[in-house]
């Protein structure tokens, strides 16, 4: 959701940790369920302890900085770059938190890339602990918890990660053998904005006389098979000029790592867990090279489908001749009805919102209809999370901040961004909306986005969108030439955590 505060498309978002203070629980929600009435669940900080006040200590949150125009902190400080509307909530939610609890709310952005986790393992090197709460990149927590530099969330008393504020996706997703040494929830913005998903014009549904993708969608027949036929009926070499340029009409426009969102959204996983919780490679399935294979056929069918990053594809070199980015070029693709649908991450809404342009948001297809929901992956490279470090000054008081922030996010950051900002300035109809809730609803994390398991060059998360786009399918033949090295580095990671225990 920070990105989709920020206004721009770079294109769908791409795509990566420890000592307890308790025995961990067997499960997050076993560690940290309490007994309480229906009344006091709806009551602001009802489960942090009732007598605690920090008499105006400072709590600290290290976050991307502005470095990254796009993909920067803007939920914990009010940001000039971010909506008013946003500002004001933020505001709000660190005066609940600060009035209730005793503490002012700081933050120290970062200066580049590399300077979360130099930031991080400086601070717990040097024995000064400065920082309370850290706010990296998903991709990034998981090197630094692997190393041993966050506390497992499961063992603060506090955290309470069983509870609706934090994103139960992440929960389970993200833990290695019960524990969790980072999550997401209602503080976190920016999985909001990596989320993977489709736009589509309406004006060209009603146009051509298709059916209506918001009732496909409710009634369980959005599919893969579904939007190809429905591509295919409006694709045509339009601009006058032989060949498909990126100024003739598509039916589907998709970039490189959608490929694998599409798999996700096919109801398949990289990895799954075992009954230890540890990940296991979840690609050794003939169900799974069949659904791959019906995803190479779609986006290589150059008749109704634009490779929008395919840098020897008609679309990129001919927007790049036209002197457009072939991000700005897809944006526009859509607006000027020249696109059916548009794969992206949720922030790219926000840079077609600014067109005068009759537009959907669809979760990414269905296999088949048998499935039982839709799933959108969330692309974790640039998807910030939080974590608590082991050298904190006061873990006590982190605890019961996280949580607090956590808490009282839902109700003002998080609904100024999703419901005001998103739905209600971006959004043009209420069915839209709906389609949030079930793309925000069936957000999927997967292990394999986090760690660079696989043979040199070639990994687990990175194979599919290779071969997407080349020219021959090799998802079975690639596999087997990585899956030994898939396996051993996914074993030298348990071992790592291991470790730490």
């Not at 693709?333 to 809404?349: E, M």
């Amino acid at each position: 959701m920070l990105v989709f505060v920020l206004v721009l498309a770079a294109g769908a978002c791409a795509g990566t940790p420890a000592e307890e203070s308790k025995e961990p629980a067997s499960t997050p929600s076993e560690n940290n369920s309490q007994e309480t009435s229906a009344e006091e669940s709806h009551e602001l900080f009802y489960n942090l302890p009732k007598d605690v006040n920090y008499e105006g200590e400072t709590v600290t949150f290290l976050v991307v900085g502005d470095y990254s125009e796009l993909y920067k902190s803007v939920e914990v400080m009010p940001q000039e770059s971010s909506y008013e509307t946003l500002q004001r909530a933020v505001q709000d939610r660190n005066n609940l938190v600060s009035e209730r609890f005793g503490v002012e709310i700081t933050e120290v952005r970062t200066t580049s890339g590399a300077d979360m986790l130099d930031k991080i393992r400086s601070s717990s090197m040097s024995g000064v602990s400065e920082y309370d709460i850290v706010m990296p990149y998903m991709y990034d927590a998981a090197t630094l918890s692997m190393e041993g530099y966050f506390f497992d969330l499961n063992t603060l008393e506090n955290v309470h990660l069983d509870q609706p504020y934090y994103d139960q996706n992440s929960v389970k997703g993200f833990s290695i053998r019960h524990k969790n040494y980072f999550a997401s929830g209602d503080l976190c913005l920016l999985d909001y904005a990596c989320t993977h998903a489709l736009v589509f014009n309406k004006d060209m549904i009603d146009e051509h006389n298709l059916e209506s993708p918001y009732d496909l969608v409710k009634n369980h027949q959005w599919t893969l098979d579904k939007m190809e036929e429905m591509a295919h009926g409006v694709a045509s070499d339009s601009d006058g000029t032989e060949g498909m340029g990126y100024l003739d009409t598509y039916g589907f426009l998709v970039n490189r790592n959608f490929a694998a969102s599409m798999f996700v959204g096919c109801g398949f996983r990289l990895t799954e867990k075992n009954a230890d919780d540890e990940p296991i490679v979840a690609l050794g399935k003939e169900s799974a090279a069949n659904a791959f294979d019906k995803i190479f056929q779609l986006v290589n069918d150059k008749t109704s489908v634009g490779r929008i990053d395919d840098t020897a594809g008609p679309y990129f070199t001919s927007a790049t001749a036209g002197g457009k980015s072939c991000w700005v070029a897809a944006t526009e693709s859509v607006a000027n009805k020249k696109a059916l649908f548009r794969a992206l991450a949720i922030i790219d809404v926000f840079d077609l919102g600014e067109y005068d342009c009759n537009f959907g948001i669809l979760p990414t297809p269905m296999l088949d209809k048998n499935q039982d929901d839709y799933l959108c992956r969330v692309s974790t490279v640039l998807s910030s999370c939080v974590a608590i470090p082991v050298n904190v000054k006061d873990k006590d008081m982190a605890s019961i901040v996280l949580d607090a922030m956590m808490q009282a996010s839902t109700d003002t950051s998080k609904k100024a961004y999703f419901q005001t900002i998103l739905k209600e300035r971006k959004i043009q109809d209420n069915e839209s909306e709906e389609m949030l809730d079930i793309i925000f609803g069936g957000r999927v994390y997967d292990l394999a986005y986090l760690y660079d398991w696989g043979g040199s060059g070639v990994t687990l998360s990175s194979f599919m969108d290779g071969i997407a786009f080349s020219d021959s399918n090799t998802f079975v033949s690639t596999w087997d030439s990585i899956s030994k090295a898939t396996e051993q580095s996914i074993a030298g990671t348990i071992e790592a955590y291991r470790s730490l225990e």
